[in-house]
């Protein structure tokens, strides 16, 4: 018996080499990558991050997940703008995978990608162009938060969904045709939501491993199911009543443009993609601004002196008379710098939204190779796009 358990074990042992050295050769068959830290077995270069110091372009292994870092303002550009196309893929996100699966704007590839991407940016401009302008709808918005803001009579309250009731409700207003009441209960959970399921994504397992805490997958998995089943909800409103000479908001749109295309066999206007677009404009249009806005404040409560030189510029620029208009900025450079400066510094997404290159793609003397697929077959590698290098050393910058 004692025999029969260390043979078990020898082979256990061999046949664990054999899957390493497998998954090895695998991974460094294709492509010529940029350099980056020797990974660990397994744990690839997770306790190696902070150290890093290959530039803006380097290669790591979350895990056994290889990736290929573009970071600071001239690489990302040369990237997404230059070489647009190319690197238009979109890599997988593990925390959020199994709820959308490839559909929706925000995570579908090739030409589901771009029928969805066209739409949306069109019926977005229009309705920001038609009878009340995106401006209009900040503006009201902004006087809600304010008023909102008065009646807490300076006492101490926290900025989390007064700011996203404010922000969400703009988007809101475009993609479901009305703004929320700031006390509904079903917005108010549709917010707190949002912000779970936002946490979850941001935690350091999800960011360098692709999975949320230990049992935050399935969380995170119900709450994107909740937010789904409401825009489908509003989606079988929009359905009763739509008159297609007269569309009300972004849903409506949508369903006239299936209605066109419903005898074009590759059409990608369905009933998913309606749903899943939706909720990616919703969710992204909440989340992301209004977090922004939350570390804005918290910059500028730890640098008083900038809070005093904004403040001056919008007093001698708007007054305390009107509401602040698109046409100010140009009168106002410190303020848009400050505001650019937040944004650089705010690490909304940590490690960034994975892409992934569409073919074979010469850049900076490297080869990066296709992915090989997408859903049951995991990629080779995947492109973390940062606006800055939180690892690399700033003389290698």
């Known amino acids: 018996m004692e025999l029969v358990g260390t043979v078990g074990v020898f082979l256990g042992i061999c046949f664990s080499c054999l899957l390493l050295v497998s998954a090895w050769k695998r991974m460094h068959k294709e492509g010529k990558l940029p350099p980056g830290p020797t990974p660990l077995p397994f744990l690839g270069n997770i306790l190696q991050v902070k150290t890093s110091k290959y530039g803006p372009v380097f290669t790591v292994y979350l895990g056994p997940r290889r990736v290929v870092v573009l970071c600071g303002h001239d690489t990302v550009k040369e990237a997404l703008v230059d070489q647009a196309e190319e690197f238009s ?106 912000n779970e399921s936002f946490i979850e994504m941001s935690s350091p397992l999800a960011q360098v491993v692709g999975h949320p805490s230990p049992g935050g997958h399935n969380r995170i998995y119900y709450l994107v199911e909740d937010l789904k089943d409401f825009i489908a ?56 601004v209004s977090s922004t806005l939350r570390y804005g404040l918290l910059f500028l409560m730890k640098y008083p002196e900038v809070e005093e030189k904004v403040h001056q510029e919008i007093e001698q620029v708007i007054g305390p008379n009107r509401l602040p208009a698109t046409e100010d900025r140009l009168k106002m450079p410190y303020t848009d710098a400050v505001v650019h400066e937040i944004q650089r510094v705010t690490d909304i997404v940590p490690l960034g939204v994975p892409h992934t290159v569409i073919r074979d793609t010469q850049f900076r003397g490297y080869l990066l190779p296709k992915v090989s697929g997408f859903g049951n077959i995991p990629p080779v590698y995947q492109l973390s796009m940062l606006p800055r290098c939180p690892w690399a050393s700033a003389a290698s910058l």
């Open 89 to 194: 893929g979109r890599g997988e996100i593990a925390t959020i995978d199994r709820n959308f699966n490839g559909f929706g704007v925000a995570l579908a590839n090739g030409q589901r990608w771009q029928q969805l991407r066209r739409f949306s940016l069109t019926t977005l401009r229009n309705f920001g162009m038609g009878k009340r302008s995106i401006e209009e709808r900040i503006q009201e918005e902004a006087q809600c938060l304010v008023e909102e803001i008065r009646r807490t009579k300076g006492q101490p309250f926290d900025p989390t969904f007064f700011l996203s009731r404010t922000v969400s409700n703009v988007i809101s207003s475009v993609v479901f045709g009305s703004r929320f009441d700031y006390e509904d209960k079903t917005f108010l959970s549709l917010l707190r939501m949002i």
């Open 233 to 288: 909800g509003k989606v079988e409103t929009n359905q009763a009543t739509l008159d297609p000479n007269n569309p009300r908001d972004f849903i409506d749109c949508f369903l006239i443009q299936m209605e066109k295309e419903k005898g074009n066999p590759s059409t990608e206007f369905n009933l998913k993609n309606l749903v899943l677009t939706t909720l990616n404009l919703f969710f992204a249009g909440t989340e992301t």
